[in-house]
Every structure is written in C-alpha cells, then in structure tokens.
C-alpha cells in the first residue's frame, strides 16, 4: 500500500509508492542534445543582444556589454512584470486589481554555453551566487518590492526556451500565495512550539540514521524531504536558522556554491539531464517579517507531468521515495 | 504594462499580458495524430484487458465486461491509492503519515476510440456524466472519502498516456488542500457577506457586457474568469446555487451535457487539439460542509509550461486576456 504523508509547514499532501517504488535506474540516463551556440545572446560577444546589462562580476577591468565576465545580469527581454510605473491598486467588481509593477531580471551563470552547473568550478558557482545576493539587496532598496523570488528552470520540459544556463529574479509588488502559505505555517509552528519548523526537520533527519540525507558539510544540509512532492526533490538548507538569503556571508556562500554543486553533480550522475527547476524560498522584504522563516533552496526535477489529479486536489503521486532518492545520491560519486 | 489580478476565492494573483496579448491564431490549431486503437484496452472486444468493470450503461441488456456498453468504469490497472484497508493515521517525527487508502476509478468516456467529447452526440457526453453522478453517490457511502475528485486528462502534455478518451475519479480520505483553500475562501465572503461568492461572480459576468461569457443556457454559463491562470480557461457553472456536484438532476444533465460539449467545440475550433485538463469542483463529502460552496467545472489548457516563477510564487501568467479568449470562443460556430 501507498504511504500518505503530509508536509507539516503547508499540509500539502503526497502519495508516496513505497510499495512498488520507481527505480532511479528506471528513468534511464538522458543524455543532453545540445542545439549549439550560434546566436546565442548569453555568449561572449553577442553582449548586444541583450538589453544593457545591470551588474556583472568580473576578475578583471572590462568595459560593460563587453566580454570578460563571470557572470552578468540583464532585464529580461520579455519581462513579466514591467519596473517603471505606480502600482495602482484598484478593485474590478470583486477582484483586486493592480498595475503589473516588478522587475524581472536574467542571470547568466556563467559564460560557458556548454557547460551547466556540475562543470562549473566551485569560483563560478561561487560568483552566480554572490550576484543572487547583489541583486536582491539592490532590489529591496525599491520600497514597492514584497518578494525576490530567485529561481532557474532547467531544460524545456522545466520551462527554460534558451539552453546557455542562466537564472532569473523577478521582484513582485506583494507577497505572493505560496510563500504566505510557507511563512504563515512556520509562524503557527513557532508560536505553537517556540521553536523553527525547519531547525527541526534538519534535526529529525540528523537524528533517524541520515537515511534522506543527500550530503552536507560544516554549515549546510542537502536531503530530500520525508514529503517531497516529486522524486528526486532535493533541499539544501543552512544548519544555522536565517530567514533571509540576502544576509549570508562570503564564507557561507563558499560552503553553499560546493554543496550545490555537489548535489547537482550527484543528480546529473543518477538521471543525466532530467530537466529541473530550483527555488530559492527566502522571507519576504519590505514588510513585518516573522523571524521563524528559514531560507533554502528547493530542487525540483520534473520525471513525470503533473495532471488532473495535481491541479484538482494539490496532492501529488512521488514514484521514488525519498530514502530510495537520496540513497542512490549518496553512492552517486 | 501588464495586470495584475487576485482571485477573490484563494487569493492567487495572475498576470494579464493585455497590452501585447497572445492571439488566439498565435497557437496554431493543433492537429491531433492517433497512434492507433491496436490493443486498446478500451475499446469494444478488449473489455478483459482491463480490471473487471465497476459500473456500466448500456441501452440494451449484455453481460458484464463484454461490448455494448455506451460508458464503462474499470478500477485503475495503477491506481494512486489502494480501496482496501485501514487509514492507520501516526506521526513519524513531525509528520503525519498514513496509509495510502482510496479509490482510483477510470470512466471509458464512450465506446469510440478516435472522438473527443466534441464528436459525441449530447446523449452520450449526458451518459458520461449520469456516470460520474452515480460513482460520486456511490462511492460517498463509504465513511473512509471525504473528496471524490472527478477530472479528465487530454492529450500527453495534459498528462493522459492513452489516446482513448476516458475521465478518471480519485477517492480521497481527507479533503485536499487546494479543496480547503476553496473552501474556506468561499465561506469566509459568505460569512462577510451572506452570499456566495460564486454566484456574484456569474452575476457581475452577467451585468458587465458579458465580454467573458463564451455561451450559457437555461440552466448554465460557460466563461473565461477574469483572474484566469490558463489562456482559454473556462469555467461551466451552474445558475442555481448548488454545493454538490453529485445531486444534479436529469434534466440539469441534459444542459450540462449540451454547454460542456459546446465549449469544448469551441475550443477544439479555435485551438484545434491543444492539450488540457478538466476537473469538476464540488464540496467534500461526510465531514461538516458549509452550505456557501458551488460546484462547477474548470476547464485549463495547457498552451505553456509551468515553470520555476509559477512554482516559486503561485503566480501564473497569462498570454490570452479572459476576455480575448472568450471573444474567439463565441465567434466559433
């Protein structure tokens, strides 16, 4: 029989198969089809293509939209939202209405087309996540900011058109559903227990034979949670509670950028390149925040489709349970 | 610059691209190519493919799991969740966890392997429906399910791995948490208000110019809702306030089957065979139910993938404004 498990911060439940499992070797090893780099605008010297860049990192002098650097950000071309302009909050009969106010930047990880982020070294993923940090603590200057959502989709299947890897932040004028859900269920948990939801899951995996952790080292944890809405889902979370990634520091980011790249390596080793999305949850700025948020990344590969089930009933089907994941995550070396 | 618009029910914010909208010949009309009814476990001859059938009509008398039926259910070869055994709810740390029982029913939709429900003859598409009917009374008798979640996948990107049109309906033991959200926004406008949401969102469609509505009889509307998350989103929803899905009569059938088929020929004109899910929205069942619900369909195409912004945020945007999309569903006769 199926387990049913719940997440304890969201109470989203999930269908876990840990009866008649999917093997990690049952998805095979895809292998990736690049479609090449000519006219690829996240290229060294195609920096004309894009509009005019917003930060970039380099070891060197460069001049800007020339090449040289590590890593560059850019608006995006088809933005979502649009930076300039009020806000406008209105009402529509009974729905609330607004102005589509925010900025939605791009982040190219590096200058390597071919390269995703397990070839990075350690110094690249190192300078990616510095300019995430650079950029949300820029863009919380703008008061009409709520939520910095910093995420990367991965393959066309998760939602990426353009193959050179590359990330994006989109700056949203409120805060939105599912980080409300996220922060309102650590803050009845805190309230109820005094202590962070999050601080306790890393110690109940620590405590109960490691069996769902993937990796960690001094300051990080990589596992996949008990309740993982999809196989494979991955966490990378800080040991030490925080509830804003803007505030980490150099040392930390040099911990992060190894076990992310680790863990992404040990997923590449297992699945090949699965198409996968990662998101970086984080406190919302610019309004009272609770401090029992606790920031990390979720890495979501995308194995199978959601579908009716999924939309009707926000329960989701994992064929591999995660002790099974993480597991073959470990040994994958 | 785009809009940005809350659903009143769960608070989910969308963006509207109205100032550069997708149009609907933007999408191509999408031909469908069958693979073929070789060995279809689903059609007239094969009826001992499948797990022996639950439930059948037929016009004339025939034995069981034999040809003649007009709709058949059949427990799903795989199913999700498993009908027989005890719930066993128990923590393991701080999670909630317990054993995976429900019901996992497939509804071969008709006998015939190459038509969409827009080829069915409205008395068929009414079959299909009076079955769905008698599965939800049916299966509510036992105490265990307290959501029966019926809903159809078309085509692969929409998650069906067979091409023969079948609908399916999942029997849960506790109320999911997208239900809830509904719910309970449902209850608290009715609480704030004394009337129910839903039926003030038929009648602001109907007293703004109808631009939204796409088709409506007696008894039902069809229409695009303002804070849509798909483009082409249609909603079908009864007149008449009804919480439950499961007490329409035969004569509301007959119009259900006449508006569901019509906008789904819409669409299929417009968009030809896009990919997409539809779920029926109706209250829980044996657990306290708050009358200010209203049952209703939605109908969400899939014309893009989701992707790290939407998974991050819970925002969606939307290529297609409502009312564009409903404009070119109209015009399709």
Redesign the interface.
Known sequence: ????????I????V??NVEEPVLPKDYGVVPFVWKGHKDCAFCYGNEHLTPPEIEAISETWRAPNTPGWKVRVVPNKFP???IE?ELDKRA??????????GAHEVIIDSPHHYKTIAELTDLEVQYMLKIYRSRTLDLRKDRRFK?L?I???VG?????SLEHGHS?L?A???V????L?EVRGARHFYEYRERC?FC??IA?EEE?GKERIVTENEDFVSFCP??SRFSFEIWVIPKEHSMDFGQINDERIKKLAHILKDSLTRLKKVLGEHPY???I?TSPVNTDAHPSYHWHIEI?PKLS?????E?????Y?VGTPPNIAAKSLREAV
């Open positions: 029989m199926p387990d049913l498990r719940k997440d304890p969201v109470n989203r439940w269908v876990v979502a939202l649009i302009g529509i009969g009974m729905y609330d209405v607004s102005n589509g106010v939520y959502l995420f990367k989709n066309l299947e998760a939602g990426a994006q989109i949203l004028p409120m939105p559903k599912n980080v859900d939801i306790d899951m109940y109960n008990l309740s999305n990662y998101i949850h979501m489709r959601v579908a009716g089930f939309w009707g009933s926000g329960f089907v």
